[in-house]
């Protein structure tokens, strides 16, 4: 049996990130109330962070264990500002880069960051961990891909249809 401490967690919505370029993303910030500097827990997706996908639940899991957590919009999406780049774009993995940067130094940032997601967030966690963010020592990238063509929509040259045709195509 272990002794594991559980933290209050506090919830801000909508912090602005600057990026290299002047345009900001948006984020949900949830953060282990007394628990000083924490590692930094990122979720970099464009499904929208206010909307209720079970991501916000688990968020707040991980902060009330000591985590600062952020549930980001990507460029173009939700609050951010900007226009949506492709997938895994070099505009993509540079803003995840920044985003990486800009949480590493705040004060209640330890200077340590890691990334998770499912699908889509699970592939801009790669993007940003290919440009190897010094403070990023962790991904789990679930059901994602570095190549959206090659790792879901013709993966090992092959049409994945009953997967594309009947799951998207309705």
């Known amino acids: ?22 345009t900001h993303l948006a984020a949900n910030l949830y953060r282990p109330d007394g628990a000083g500097p924490a ?7 464009p499904y929208l962070k206010d909307v209720p996908w079970g991501y916000d639940r688990l968020q707040v899991h991980f902060a009330a264990r000591g985590y600062a957590c952020l549930t980001v919009d990507v460029r173009g999406f939700g609050g951010a500002d900007g226009v949506a ?7 993509e993995k540079q803003d995840g880069r920044d985003l990486n940067d800009w949480i590493a130094a705040q004060p209640w940032c330890n200077g340590t960051t890691g990334m998770w ?9 790669l993007s940003a961990a290919s440009l190897r963010p010094p403070s990023l020592k962790a991904i ?13 929509l ?12 009947n799951s998207w195509g309705p």
């Open 85 to 91: 780049a492709p997938p895994n774009s070099l505009s």
């Open 1 to 22: 049996m272990t002794d594991e401490r559980r933290y209050a967690v506090t919830k801000t919505h909508d912090v602005r990130i600057p990026m290299r370029d002047g």
């Open 117 to 125: 997601g499912i699908s889509y967030s699970g592939s801009t966690s």
């Open 140 to 152: 789990v990238p679930m059901h994602g891909t570095a190549d959206e063509y090659l790792g879901f």
């Open 39 to 45: 590692p930094a827990i990122i979720v970099y997706m």
């Open 154 to 165: 013709h993966p090992h040259g092959c049409r994945p249809a009953w997967w594309t045709e």
